[in-house]
């Protein structure tokens, strides 16, 4: 009965694979590492043009107030407008 299997001794050879050592890297670190860098270069890159911004770009200008609004604050503060 022992006879009847001749491939018992054999090993198919997606698990001889296994044994030999150097398979590669995984792709799922490589996957893994790739978005890790691209992440990495993005939030660095948003840094320094952040930084180069502030150094180098004016300050923002404040919107112009109506003179409307003009008149109702200094009158809240107690100052007349002129010609009234």
Known sequence: MADEFEF???VPPSFDRV????????PGLI???VVAGLLLTFLIGNYVLYT???K???PRKKKPISKK???K???RQGVSAPGE
Do not use: C, H, I
């Open 8 to 10: 018992g001794d054999k």
């Open 19 to 26: 044994d030999s050592g150097s398979q590669g890297f995984n």
């Open 31 to 33: 996957v893994l590492l």
């Open 52 to 54: 180069y911004a502030q």
């Open 56 to 58: 180098t770009l004016p």
């Open 69 to 71: 609004k003009m008149r």
């Open 73 to 75: 604050e200094r009158l």
